[in-house]
T-cell receptor, first 111, second 115 residues
């Protein structure tokens, strides 16, 4: 299973763009990269998923370089409500394989 | 929007007692997961079901934990006997297994405190 490494914490201010990078040097060919967001006392919530290049949805963008050994979650113009823990997961797309959440990145958005 | 249901939301139990958690996944989701999350850490997968079958339970402490999904719909996770170190949030999630989506939908969790 591909192991992921993320910064433990990050601080930002309202209105800024936040980029959280995840390293996954031993990613396998069939692995996807998925990001989740978790608020205190709630279950994680899916943000975005990608395989290569760039993926964008209504809340975030995911940038994946050609070697796929890292990925960057980009949150445009963060607000106080984006304060949460963000997890990067790497894993195959079929049942029967364990998923591993790392420690995540604690993002603190300040006014 | 469909959600994963879990009950109870909070449970306080004494050491050596039995405790059970219930999860009802999103309708039609064949895959169900149970995670344990200790405060300040990421969720740790305990067991994964595909329909009624256990796909992976390698991280489940089988001497005291058990999980079942008899009809391939809702699921129960049991701890007997509970230990102080079992205090944690227990999260249930479900997902579709077909297609390219790996999205897991999490329930609100059950916060267990063992005294």
């Amino acid at each position: 299973l591909a192991k992921t490494t993320q910064p433990i914490s990050m601080d930002s201010y309202e209105g800024q763009e936040v980029n959280i990078t995840c390293s996954h040097n031993n990613i396998a060919t069939n692995d996807y990269i998925t990001w989740y967001q978790q608020f205190p006392s709630q279950g994680p919530r899916f943000i975005i998923q990608g395989y290569k290049t760039k993926v964008t949805n209504e809340v975030a963008s995911l940038f994946i370089p050609a070697d796929r050994k890292s990925s960057t979650l980009s949150l445009p113009r963060v607000s106080l409500s984006d304060t949460a823990v963000y997890y990067c997961l790497v894993g195959p797309n079929n049942a029967g394989n364990m998923l591993t959440f790392g420690g995540g990145t604690r993002l603190m958005v300040k006014p | 929007e469909a959600e994963v249901a879990q009950s109870p939301r909070y449970k306080i139990t004494e050491k050596s007692q039995a405790v059970a958690f219930w999860c009802d996944p999103i309708s039609g989701h064949a895959t169900l997961y149970w995670y344990r999350q200790i405060l300040g850490q990421g969720p740790e997968l305990l067991v994964q079901f595909q329909d009624e079958s256990v796909v992976d339970d390698s991280q489940l402490p089988k001497d005291r934990f058990s999980a079942e999904r008899l009809k391939g719909v809702d699921s129960t996770l049991k701890i007997q006997p509970a230990e102080l170190g079992d205090s944690a949030m227990y999260l249930c999630a479900s997902s579709q297994t077909s297609g390219a989506s790996y999205e897991q939908y999490f329930g609100p969790g059950t916060r267990l405190t063992v005294t």
